[in-house]
């Protein structure tokens, strides 16, 4: 039976490619990948782990770019088709009512995530290390900036969509202040996105994940459960290799696992996800849902150099997690 979408409206215009000639894969990359290079702008280094979300009729996103000096920073981009974007060429100005909390030390990893009256952004700032930074905006334009989520050490903020049982709800992974050599995802509720609490563990490490694992774009809510893409990370004797998965959560008590597929959903093959500042590297930020077909299109910073796509159907996607799902 087709799976039923939960608030997902149609994205009528949602890029999309069909998958190639004799393919069976429940997923594919787009033929023309990366769709957003290292240098899209001046002085950028590199373009990578960036957020896009559907916006009047057409797409924004918030980008993470690494500039020829190595700062780590988020920028304001848009497109009509959701391939080729048009990306400022300074980051993001935060408004911000505390000083103490609005000065800038690095912000990368955005996702952004549509919930109740406005677009949140979040990703990992900077404050005496890495901790989760909040934000929003009501029209791309002027963004505001609130309390950090937690203490440091953490990464990886993915808000839900929708509130669960009254609270806004966020996936995290506590970790330290390097290259963590470790992870797990924890669910943490707020009542007002300042005050965080009711931490509950989600996901560990796995077989070809067994270094750490972190929650990759916002929750796709279907009638099967909360799908959850992520990213998971081995480490091989040339050092880390990223890969993504998926996994079926409960509708309301989203850290409880229904279903968690075995293998990895895509995994660092081609030569951008293999070769760059940071090789073997596919971290997903974004998957947009065409409400009325079911297609994916998810965008994945490869190789922490450029941005790449691949394609899915939410139907195809779940069932795949249920027939690889890890049995006892």
Request: proline share 9%.
């Amino acid at each position: 039976m087709p799976t039923r979408y939960t608030n997902l409206p149609p994205i009528p215009n949602l890029p999309w490619e069909e998958p190639p000639a004799g393919s069976n894969s429940v997923i594919w990359r787009y033929s023309k990948n990366p769709v957003i290079p290292r240098n899209l702008i001046p002085r950028a280094n590199s373009i990578f782990n960036s957020a896009v979300i559907p916006f009047r009729g057409e797409f924004a996103g918030v980008f993470r770019i690494d500039d020829t000096r190595r700062v780590m920073n988020i920028y304001r981009g848009f497109s009509k088709d959701g391939l080729a974007w048009n990306i400022d060429h300074q980051p993001i100005q935060f408004l911000c009512d505390d000083p103490e909390i609005g000065r800038f030390q690095y912000r990368y990893d955005p996702r952004v995530c549509w919930c109740e009256d406005r677009y949140w952004v979040t990703w990992c700032n900077g404050y005496h290390g890495p901790t989760i930074g909040i934000g929003y905006t009501y029209d791309f334009e002027a963004f505001y900036q609130i309390e950090n989520a937690f203490l440091p050490f953490n990464r990886n903020g993915v808000l839900f969509p929708r509130k669960i049982r009254g609270k806004y709800a966020m996936f995290s992974r506590p970790s330290d202040n390097g290259h963590t050599p470790f992870g797990d995802i924890y669910y943490s509720e707020s009542p007002d996105m300042v005050h965080w609490g009711h931490h509950r563990w989600v996901l560990g490490p796995g077989t070809w994940c067994y270094t750490k694992v972190g929650a990759g774009p916002t929750p796709i809510e279907t009638s099967e459960g909360w799908l959850l893409i992520y990213h998971g990370v081995l480490t091989s004797c040339n050092g880390f290799v990223y890969s993504m998965s998926a996994v079926l959560l409960d509708l309301e008590q989203p850290w409880k696992v229904i279903y968690r597929a075995a293998p990895y959903l895509l995994s660092p093959q081609m030569l951008y996800e293999c070769v760059g500042d940071v090789p073997n590297v596919v971290f997903p930020c974004a998957a947009l849902v065409d409400g009325a077909t079911g297609r994916m299109a998810i965008y994945y910073g490869a190789a922490d150099t450029v941005t790449a796509m691949a394609f899915t159907h939410v139907d195809d996607l779940v069932d795949w997690v249920k027939t690889e799902a890890i049995r006892d």
